[in-house]
């Protein structure tokens, strides 16, 4: 044969970009589950996605770096609150006791991620005291 490696070079580069082997190739390992979709607020104000964005440079009068960045799920508003990197669960839960909750009322779901801060027991009794619940996200989720 002229070409005595074919099959891997065929399989391994070919097969790779061709649009028909591929949906053709049946998934191979472990099924994924089934999506859930998340609830839908009736109405703005209810539920909170709350994430942090991190590595901005210092600003403002106190050298603020981080954001706090509440969205409303109804509305789609974002709500921004400059902090310091080194604050507390409980500065966080301050934060949004007297700037969100004073505003928007008690809201009964907040998502965000799996930050030491959003999942701290002082979150747990503030879900206890308002009557909310908590869900989380996975990492990087939109």
Not at 74 to 92: K, Q, R, V
Not at 116 to 121: G, Q, V, W
Request: net charge positive.
């Amino acid at each position: 044969m002229c070409w005595p490696m074919w099959q891997k070079d065929v399989s391994a580069e070919y097969c790779k970009t061709c649009y028909r082997c591929q949906k053709e190739n049946k998934a191979t390992g472990k099924r994924l589950g089934n999506i859930i979709k998340s609830q839908e607020p009736s109405r703005p104000r209810k539920i909170f996605h709350m994430d942090w964005v991190t590595g901005l440079p210092p600003g403002g009068n106190k050298s603020y770096h981080v954001l706090l960045v509440i969205v409303d799920k109804f509305s789609t508003t974002p709500i921004f609150f400059p902090c310091h990197i080194d604050d507390t669960s409980m500065d966080t839960a301050l934060l949004i006791l007297n700037r969100v909750v004073s505003w928007t009322g008690i809201f009964t779901k907040i998502i965000s991620e799996r930050d030491p801060r959003f999942t701290s027991a002082l979150r747990t009794n503030i879900n206890q005291l308002f009557g909310t619940k908590s869900s989380f996200s996975t990492a990087y989720h939109p």
